[in-house]
Structure formats: structure tokens, C-alpha cells
């Protein structure tokens, strides 16, 4: 069942932007400049060229085929493997390892570390596609010279895809969206002249699931994840449950449910709508043998069996441009090529700011479409478009860098229902997480590590030296923490966001150890993923004290601090919290290349083009790195050019070579004022980790590219996290003249800008409640004060 404990905290957020968006006059005259259609002139050839619909729970895959289309299909809760203990009863060992660590006998801790800390199971398994619908038109099969006036496209702000051509004289077309009001995937096929529909529809999936006709205008799916045995992953078994029913509806001609398929003949048009769910239960992060999943199907399309196409469609856009519509970004004369086409010149170093624009809301797009109700799962490393029955990385919830990145976007490009799932998510995490600190790490509070999937995994997973990464509830909950920072609502700050904030911070406290310095350390630790070297030549990824892990738990204390002094709450922990913060080590400038050290020790790096910059969080997206110590902040930007080093006699990679790496570089340099080097890394990020359907690639598609080049893109243009609003921080020199309305600022505020030539030319602020703000542009810093409701024209 979906949780909804924060829906009275999100409407009220969206009651009082709704407000805003009135003062902000957004009407469809607002949005109609924007570049906002990806179109092409062909099919896709293959699944990273097909077009991406969804509605937060459901996603599909269209394809545009004119012979036989493919929409492949996902719901968002349809994994592998099962819900278990999996921690490593670890507690009695961890002092032995801490004391290793922190003596600098490496090797020992880590192969005690080895012996103790590894969970069991050790893996977890794969989110899974729901299977795929074909839709074969013909026998026969036409050639591309048979076919005129083909046109594939996606309509972001309508969410709508569609497909038409020309063959025979008769002009075709098809139109897919998936709809959050009526909670399905709706197809409409039709054709100019009538009677000239014949085709079969079929439903198919590799493995587990079978199809077969409901009634003559209904196909029941029914399915059930049977695991066999795999090295280091769950017990094999038949797990979880899952069931699809789709409708169909013609005008003329015939419709007929057979085996697996409807079969159409001479139709003028049809009709179908679409859903699917699990027996998964939210509530207990778990199948649940009392849920139906096909009753679930059948109570969702009787909703809808009588509803005609124009108004699930008026149904649809109206809900998905109230979200939309929040943020216009327009920059450049939009493009009449076809969008696979304007990526190529880019590829070929041309500039072309329409496409920037348009990349920036087609983030914001997959964020609404894989994180919002009626889902309840945050997006994961593909956001829910997967065709994989084993997927990279089990396109699972990575918690070192890849979920947190999905959600840099949310708050500053004004999507805060999107958030709901991911808080509810770190909020359920809790209990897993209390289990993970008792037996694994011998702490109160709640903690876990580099990943987790809907069953809640808070054990250290695929690794002792990978997996071990105790600080990812600490990040966690900083975006829990940044909601309210920008939405102000101190309702959720006391119920939902404090509570988790400050199980984290508990859990903090007792595994920090001394180190022979005084300080208080994490151990064991490491800087995600990366490897050092030691004087003798070995290589190791445990640590103790590693930069980040002190960065993390700096701002997380902090953070705690401020909220109790916001709650009105007297206790001892914020003193707790604050005498622990002075025994943390400090953040270290190697001699060696006057740059942030990753590690507690100016260790020598295996790898220096590595693509995390883990060492950098509080450059972003923490805010402990800025122009306020100047040393630091230089040291940061000397990090990031060693960080892009290049050495091919030593086989090393530039660093930022995965498309969320860029997506981080983008970032880092709008914090660090270049807007030069951001706009470069930008036309990067297209140019070099984008597939033709925009969809990011590590390689192969991860979608957090896309969500972090979306954030940094927003954050070269106000960035809010020093107590003042900075409107162009960072603003490239080639993006000359441009738009941008609706994006957020901390302290609830909405800013609208436009820019000449380089030159702010106008800004306006909204809030609800009347405050005073700081606001800067260049050297110019003003404060003022803006009344609630009533829009505030800035002049610096």
C-alpha cells in the first residue's frame, strides 16, 4: 500500500506554488518558445534510440516501427530475489579492525574484514522488465521507400509520443502515453480512412510470466518470479507475483482477444489501455501472499473501460503540465532538425543552445515520469525503463553517489512531489538500518551501505571493499534535510525529515573511534570505489577517516543542530553533536599536488582520472567548500584538473568519463563560479556520454547522468546554499541571452531571470511568506524584502 504520510506536506507545498504560478502567469502562452519535442525520421534501431513514457509506477519503451512495433514495458516494483537478514554479525570483531586501521596495518584489517564483514547472501538480484508488446502490422514487410512522411517524436511537455506515416495513400498514426490520474498505459491506433487496421498485438516475456484472453476484449497476464540458484544471491525459490490486464477497443472492423494476442481486422481505430502491478507491499518492504495483483489489474481498468480517449488524454496532459509547466528554460532558436541529428553536429563541436534547454527539461521529464504518485519507489539507476531480466548493476538503488544524483534536481527545478517516494523510501529504510548498526557495526541509530534494492538491503553487499560504506544513511538524509530547507515546512521537518536525521546522527556517534591523533574517524571507510597505494606498492580501498565520510558527517551534524534549534527541542545531543564536531579531523591539502586529500593519509592514487570525486562532496553537494576559505576553495579547483588527468602510458582514464561523472564536473564548476568550464562540461555531457534518445550512458544508459546534468545546468543559474540567493553564478559566455522561470531557491522562495548579452537583465522573486533575502549578482549583494504573494522585481 502506498505510503502517505507525507501527502499533507507536499500538497500543502504545492498549494502555495500553485499560488505563485498565478502571480508567475503560467499559461500555455508561457511555455509555447520552449524546445520541448525529441522527433526523429526513422524507428528506433534499438532500445536506447526508442522513446521514454511513464507515470512514476509504469514505463514503456515505444520504438516506431511501421512493420512491427515493440513498446516494451516496466512497472516499478517487479524485481528478483527476496527480503532477508543478510547482515554479518560483525559486532564483536569491529574494534579489532578499527584498532588495525587506525595502526596502519591495512592488510590485517582488511582481511579480517573479509572474514567478518561480508554479508549472506552476498548480492543482491536484478529489477526486471515486465515484458513487451508487439504489434505486427502485416506479412508483409515494406521498405523505408514505401513509407512517406515519418515522423517518430516525444512531446515532454505533454508526455505524449506519437508515430505517423504515410503508406498506400492512407495516413497512419499511434500515440502512447502512460497516465498518472487513471493509473495505465493508454495506446490509440488510427488511420485516415476507414477499415485499413489489421494487425496483432501480443504480449511476450522470456521468462515466468503467460498470457491469454480475460474475456474477447481483455488479455490477462499472470506471472511469478521462479529464481534459480545463483553464486552469492538470494535463495532460489518462487518469489514475487505479478499480473497485467489489457483492454482493447475498436471502432469498426473487429477486436478479438486469442492465446496471448488481440487480433485486429479492419478497423478505423483502437483503443487500449494497459496496466500491471505486484504483489509488493511498500509497507513492509516485501511480496505479500494476502495481495492479488491481477484483482489490483481488474479494479484499475474497470475505472477506465468506459472512458474515451479524449478524456484520458485531457486527463493526462492536465496533470502532467501542472508539473511541467512549473520551469520554462528558453535559450537559442529551437531547431527544425530532427533531434538525433542536432546531437551529431554537437558531436562534431557545434553549439546549440536549443538542445541545452531542451536536455535541461527532459530530465526534469524522467524525473516525473520515474519518481511521483501513484508510484512508490524512488527511481533507480535507469529511473524505471529497463529491458533487462538481469540489469546492469540489477539497476538497483546505489546509495554512494547514483540515487543521491537521481534527486539533485528535484527541489531546485521545482518537482518536490517527486521526492515523496524517494523520502518515504529513506524513511522505511530505518528499521533495516537499525540492524545493520546493532549487528554489523555495534551503534544505536540506523545505518547502511553502497546499495539497496525494494526489500530494504542495508548490509554491506558485493564486497567487503566496495560494499562497506556506513556513511550512506548520513548522506541520505541530507536530502530529507534539503526539502525543508527549500520548502520551509516545518511539519515535515518535525515528522518525517528530523526523525531520520537524527537516527543517522546517533549511529554517527558510536561508530566514531579515536584515531592516534585525537580525532574522531570512521572505520572502517573508503572513498566509494576508488583504490590507493601504499609505499610498498599494495593497493587497498578500506581506510579509516576517509575525506568524504568527514564532509558527510560534518554537514549532517549540523544540520542537526539547526533543526532542534527550528523544533524548539532541548536536549543534550545537539551538545553531544557539537563536541563531536570539533574532534573531527580537518579537511587536508596534499603537499604532494596542493589538492584535497580523498584520504585521511596523503595516499598516492591507483587510478588519478578515477570517476568518483568523492572527496569534493562538500564542494557539492554539500556546502562546507566555498569562496569563504579561499585556500580550500582553490585546492578544490586543483583537485578537479588533477581529478582530469590524462596518462596513457600509465593507462589511466580522464576522470569524468562516465556520463554521471561529467554530470558531477558540471556541478562542481557552477560552484566554483566557472561558468566557462561548466558550459564546456555541458556540451561534454552531449557530446560524449548522450545516446540519441538523450538517455545518459555510464556506458551502458544510466539515468542519473541525465538527472545530474539537469541539476548542474539549474545550478549555473541560482545556486541558494549560503544564505542568499545567487542568480548566474556561473553563466558560460556562450550562453549569451536566455530564460529561465519557475526554478526554487532554499528558504521558499521562486525566482524568475532573463539575461542579455551575457547581463542580468531582469529578476523577480515570490514567496508565500513575507521575509527578507539576500540576493546576488556578480559583486553586487542586496538585501531586501519580499512580501508574501506579491511578485518583488530585483535591482542590483
Same mark, same amino acid.
Given at each position: 500500500?502506498?505510503?502517505?504520510?507525507l501527502i499533507?506536506y507536499f500538497t500543502?507545498?504545492?498549494?502555495?506554488?500553485?499560488f505563485l504560478?498565478?502571480f508567475m502567469i503560467v499559461v500555455?502562452v508561457?511555455?509555447?518558445?520552449?524546445?520541448?519535442v525529441?522527433?526523429?525520421?526513422?524507428p528506433?534501431?534499438?532500445w536506447n534510440e526508442a522513446?521514454?513514457v511513464?507515470?512514476?509506477?509504469?514505463g514503456?519503451?515505444v520504438?516506431?516501427?511501421y512493420n512491427?512495433?515493440?513498446?516494451?514495458l516496466?512497472?516499478e516494483?517487479l524485481?528478483?530475489?527476496?527480503k532477508?537478514?543478510?547482515n554479518?554479525d560483525?559486532?564483536?570483531?569491529?574494534p579489532e579492525?578499527?584498532?588495525?586501521?587506525?595502526?596502519?596495518e591495512i592488510?590485517?584489517?582488511?582481511a579480517?574484514?573479509?572474514?567478518?564483514?561480508?554479508?549472506?547472501?552476498l548480492r543482491i538480484r536484478?529489477?526486471?522488465?515486465?515484458g513487451?508488446l508487439q504489434i505486427d502490422?502485416a506479412?508483409?514487410?515494406?521498405?523505408?521507400e514505401q513509407?512517406?512522411?515519418y515522423r517518430r517524436e516525444?512531446?515532454?511537455q505533454?508526455?505524449i509520443t506519437?508515430?505517423?506515416?504515410?503508406?498506400n495513400?492512407v495516413?497512419y498514426?499511434r500515440?502512447?502515453?502512460?497516465?498518472?490520474?487513471?493509473?495505465v498505459?493508454?495506446?490509440?491506433?488510427?488511420a485516415d480512412k476507414p477499415?485499413?487496421?489489421?494487425?496483432?498485438?501480443?504480449y511476450?516475456?522470456?521468462?515466468?510470466?503467460?498470457?491469454?484472453?480475460?474475456?474477447e476484449?481483455?488479455?490477462?497476464?499472470q506471472g511469478?518470479i521462479?529464481?534459480?540458484p545463483q553464486?552469492?544471491?538470494?535463495?532460489?525459490?518462487?518469489?514475487?507475483?505479478?499480473?497485467?490486464?489489457?483492454?482493447?477497443?475498436?471502432?469498426?472492423?473487429?477486436?478479438?482477444?486469442?492465446?496471448?494476442s488481440f487480433?485486429?481486422k479492419?478497423?478505423?481505430?483502437v483503443l487500449?489501455?494497459?496496466t500491471?502491478?505486484?504483489d509488493y507491499?511498500?509497507?513492509?518492504l516485501n511480496?505479500?501472499?494476502?495481495?492479488?495483483?491481477?484483482?489490483?489489474?481488474?479494479?484499475?481498468i474497470?475505472? #477506465?473501460? @468506459? !472512458?474515451p480517449?479524449d478524456?484520458?488524454e485531457?486527463?493526462?496532459?492536465r496533470?502532467?503540465?501542472?508539473?511541467f509547466? /512549473? &520551469?520554462?528554460f528558453?535559450?537559442?532558436?529551437?531547431?527544425?532538425?530532427p533531434t538525433?541529428?542536432r546531437l551529431k553536429?554537437?558531436?562534431?563541436?557545434q553549439l546549440d543552445?536549443?538542445?541545452?534547454s531542451?536536455?535541461f527539461?527532459?530530465g526534469?521529464?524522467?524525473?516525473?515520469?520515474?519518481?511521483?504518485?501513484?508510484?512508490v519507489?524512488?527511481a533507480?539507476?535507469q529511473?524505471?525503463?529497463n529491458?533487462d531480466?538481469?540489469?546492469?548493476w540489477?539497476?538497483d538503488f546505489?546509495t554512494?553517489?547514483?540515487?543521491?544524483?537521481?534527486?539533485?534536481?528535484?527541489? #531546485?527545478? @521545482? !518537482?518536490?512531489?517527486?521526492v515523496v517516494?524517494?523520502s518515504?523510501?529513506?524513511?522505511?529504510l530505518?528499521?533495516?538500518? /537499525? &540492524?545493520?548498526?546493532r549487528k554489523?557495526?555495534?551503534?544505536?541509530?540506523?545505518?547502511?551501505?553502497?546499495?539497496?534494492d525494494?526489500?530494504?538491503r542495508?548490509?554491506?553487499?558485493d564486497?567487503?571493499g566496495?560494499g562497506?560504506?556506513?556513511?550512506a544513511?548520513s548522506?541520505l538524509?541530507?536530502h530529507q534535510?534539503?526539502?525543508?530547507?527549500?520548502?520551509?515546512?516545518k511539519?515535515?521537518l518535525k515528522k518525517e525529515?528530523y526523525p531520520?536525521?537524527?537516527?543517522?546522527?546517533q549511529f554517527?556517534?558510536d561508530?566514531?573511534?579515536e584515531?592516534?591523533?585525537?580525532?574522531?574517524?570512521t572505520?572502517p571507510?573508503?572513498s566509494?570505489?576508488n583504490q590507493y597505494?601504499?609505499?610498498d606498492?599494495k593497493q587497498?580501498?578500506?581506510?579509516y577517516?576517509?575525506?568524504?565520510?568527514?564532509?558527510i558527517i560534518n554537514?549532517?551534524?549540523?544540520?542537526?543542530?539547526?533543526?532542534?534549534t527550528?523544533?524548539?527541542?532541548k536536549?543534550?545531543?545537539s551538545?553531544?553533536?557539537?563536541?563531536?564536531?570539533?574532534?573531527?579531523?580537518p579537511?587536508?591539502?596534499?603537499p604532494?599536488?596542493n589538492?584535497?586529500?580523498?584520504?585521511?593519509?596523503?595516499?598516492?592514487?591507483v587510478?588519478p582520472?578515477?570517476?568518483?570525486i568523492?572527496?569534493?562532496?562538500?564542494?557539492?553537494?554539500?556546502?562546507?567548500?566555498?569562496?569563504n576559505?579561499?585556500?580550500?576553495?582553490?585546492?578544490?579547483r586543483?583537485?578537479i584538473?588533477?581529478?582530469?588527468?590524462?596518462?596513457?602510458?600509465?593507462?589511466?582514464?580522464?576522470g569524468?568519463?562516465t556520463g554521471?561523472?561529467?554530470?558531477?564536473?558540471?556541478?562542481?564548476y557552477?560552484?566554483?563560479?566557472d561558468?566557462?568550464?561548466?558550459?564546456k562540461?555541458v556540451?561534454e555531457?552531449l557530446?560524449?556520454?548522450t545516446?540519441?534518445?538523450l538517455?545518459?550512458?555510464?556506458?551502458p544508459?544510466?539515468?542519473d547522468?541525465?538527472?545530474g546534468g539537469?541539476?548542474?545546468?539549474?545550478?549555473?543559474?541560482?545556486?541558494?546554499?549560503?544564505?542568499?540567493?545567487?542568480v548566474?553564478?556561473?553563466?558560460p559566455?556562450t550562453?549569451?541571452?536566455?530564460?529561465m522561470?519557475?526554478?526554487?531557491?532554499?528558504?521558499?522562495?521562486?525566482?524568475?531571470?532573463k539575461?542579455?548579452?551575457?547581463v542580468?537583465?531582469?529578476?523577480?522573486?515570490?514567496?508565500i511568506?513575507?521575509?527578507k533575502?539576500t540576493?546576488r549578482?556578480?559583486?553586487?549583494?542586496?538585501?531586501?524584502?519580499?512580501?508574501?504573494?506579491?511578485p518583488l522585481?530585483?535591482?542590483l
Amino acid at each position: 500500500m502506498f505510503s502517505t504520510k507525507l501527502i499533507p506536506y507536499f500538497t500543502s507545498v504545492n498549494v502555495w506554488l500553485s499560488f505563485l504560478l498565478f502571480f508567475m502567469i503560467v499559461v500555455d502562452v508561457r511555455a509555447q518558445h520552449q524546445d520541448h519535442v525529441l522527433w526523429y525520421k526513422e524507428p528506433a534501431k534499438n532500445w536506447n534510440e526508442a522513446l521514454p513514457v511513464g507515470n512514476g509506477r509504469l514505463g514503456a519503451m515505444v520504438f516506431g516501427d511501421y512493420n512491427k512495433e515493440t513498446i516494451q514495458l516496466n512497472e516499478e516494483s517487479l524485481w528478483a530475489g527476496t527480503k532477508q537478514d543478510a547482515n554479518a554479525d560483525a559486532a564483536t570483531k569491529l574494534p579489532e579492525i578499527q584498532a588495525l586501521l587506525i595502526a596502519g596495518e591495512i592488510e590485517k584489517a582488511a582481511a579480517l574484514s573479509e572474514k567478518y564483514l561480508k554479508s549472506d547472501p552476498l548480492r543482491i538480484r536484478s529489477y526486471q522488465s515486465f515484458g513487451e508488446l508487439q504489434i505486427d502490422f502485416a506479412n508483409e514487410r515494406y521498405k523505408p521507400e514505401q513509407i512517406t512522411d515519418y515522423r517518430r517524436e516525444l512531446d515532454i511537455q505533454s508526455g505524449i509520443t506519437t508515430v505517423h506515416y504515410q503508406l498506400n495513400g492512407v495516413q497512419y498514426k499511434r500515440e502512447v502515453f502512460v497516465s498518472a490520474p487513471d493509473n495505465v498505459i493508454v495506446i490509440r491506433l488510427t488511420a485516415d480512412k476507414p477499415g485499413k487496421l489489421t494487425f496483432r498485438l501480443s504480449y511476450g516475456r522470456e521468462q515466468d510470466a503467460t498470457a491469454m484472453p480475460q474475456s474477447e476484449k481483455e488479455l490477462r497476464i499472470q506471472g511469478q518470479i521462479a529464481d534459480l540458484p545463483q553464486k552469492d544471491a538470494s535463495e532460489p525459490g518462487l518469489h514475487m507475483k505479478f499480473a497485467g490486464l489489457m483492454r482493447g477497443v475498436n471502432k469498426g472492423g473487429s477486436l478479438v482477444a486469442t492465446a496471448n494476442s488481440f487480433f485486429v481486422k479492419d478497423a478505423d481505430e483502437v483503443l487500449f489501455y494497459f496496466t500491471a502491478t505486484t504483489d509488493y507491499n511498500f509497507s513492509i518492504l516485501n511480496y505479500d501472499r494476502t495481495i492479488d495483483p491481477f484483482l489490483r489489474c481488474q479494479e484499475i481498468i474497470d475505472k #477506465v473501460k @468506459n !472512458l474515451p480517449f479524449d478524456e484520458a488524454e485531457k486527463r493526462h496532459v492536465r496533470d502532467h503540465r501542472k508539473l511541467f509547466d /512549473r &520551469v520554462v528554460f528558453n535559450m537559442g532558436t529551437p531547431s527544425l532538425l530532427p533531434t538525433n541529428e542536432r546531437l551529431k553536429m554537437v558531436k562534431d563541436g557545434q553549439l546549440d543552445l536549443s538542445l541545452i534547454s531542451l536536455y535541461f527539461q527532459y530530465g526534469r521529464y524522467l524525473l516525473m515520469g520515474s519518481s511521483r504518485a501513484p508510484g512508490v519507489l524512488p527511481a533507480n539507476l535507469q529511473g524505471i525503463w529497463n529491458q533487462d531480466m538481469n540489469a546492469p548493476w540489477s539497476s538497483d538503488f546505489h546509495t554512494n553517489i547514483n540515487i543521491q544524483m537521481n534527486y539533485w534536481p528535484a527541489e #531546485v527545478c @521545482n !518537482l518536490s512531489e517527486t521526492v515523496v517516494p524517494f523520502s518515504n523510501f529513506i524513511s522505511a529504510l530505518r528499521e533495516p538500518g /537499525r &540492524v545493520t548498526a546493532r549487528k554489523t557495526y555495534n551503534a544505536s541509530g540506523w545505518t547502511m551501505n553502497h546499495l539497496t534494492d525494494l526489500f530494504g538491503r542495508t548490509a554491506i553487499t558485493d564486497g567487503v571493499g566496495w560494499g562497506t560504506f556506513p556513511i550512506a544513511a548520513s548522506w541520505l538524509v541530507l536530502h530529507q534535510w534539503d526539502h525543508y530547507l527549500f520548502s520551509k515546512d516545518k511539519e515535515y521537518l518535525k515528522k518525517e525529515a528530523y526523525p531520520s536525521m537524527q537516527e543517522a546522527a546517533q549511529f554517527m556517534l558510536d561508530y566514531l573511534v579515536e584515531d592516534k591523533n585525537g580525532n574522531l574517524v570512521t572505520a572502517p571507510s573508503n572513498s566509494p570505489e576508488n583504490q590507493y597505494r601504499m609505499a610498498d606498492g599494495k593497493q587497498f580501498m578500506l581506510t579509516y577517516g576517509a575525506t568524504m565520510d568527514v564532509q558527510i558527517i560534518n554537514e549532517l551534524f549540523q544540520a542537526c543542530v539547526e533543526a532542534e534549534t527550528i523544533l524548539g527541542q532541548k536536549s543534550d545531543f545537539s551538545d553531544r553533536l557539537k563536541n563531536a564536531m570539533k574532534k573531527l579531523p580537518p579537511v587536508k591539502i596534499s603537499p604532494r599536488y596542493n589538492t584535497i586529500q580523498e584520504w585521511i593519509e596523503d595516499y598516492e592514487e591507483v587510478e588519478p582520472g578515477h570517476r568518483h570525486i568523492s572527496h569534493l562532496f562538500g564542494l557539492y553537494p554539500g556546502k562546507s567548500i566555498n569562496a569563504n576559505d579561499p585556500e580550500i576553495f582553490e585546492a578544490a579547483r586543483r583537485t578537479i584538473a588533477r581529478r582530469r588527468f590524462y596518462n596513457e602510458n600509465e593507462g589511466n582514464r580522464m576522470g569524468s568519463y562516465t556520463g554521471w561523472s561529467r554530470a558531477w564536473m558540471i556541478n562542481f564548476y557552477a560552484r566554483l563560479l566557472d561558468g566557462d568550464e561548466a558550459g564546456k562540461n555541458v556540451q561534454e555531457l552531449l557530446a560524449k556520454t548522450t545516446l540519441n534518445n538523450l538517455f545518459n550512458t555510464h556506458p551502458p544508459f544510466q539515468i542519473d547522468g541525465n538527472f545530474g546534468g539537469t541539476a548542474g545546468i539549474a545550478e549555473m543559474l541560482i545556486q541558494s546554499h549560503n544564505q542568499e540567493i545567487h542568480v548566474l553564478p556561473a553563466l558560460p559566455p556562450t550562453w549569451a541571452t536566455g530564460e529561465m522561470k519557475g526554478l526554487r531557491a532554499r528558504n521558499g522562495l521562486v525566482v524568475d531571470m532573463k539575461w542579455e548579452n551575457g547581463v542580468l537583465t531582469s529578476a523577480t522573486l515570490y514567496t508565500i511568506e513575507t521575509k527578507k533575502v539576500t540576493v546576488r549578482y556578480k559583486n553586487k549583494v542586496k538585501t531586501m524584502k519580499v512580501t508574501a504573494n506579491k511578485p518583488l522585481i530585483v535591482q542590483l
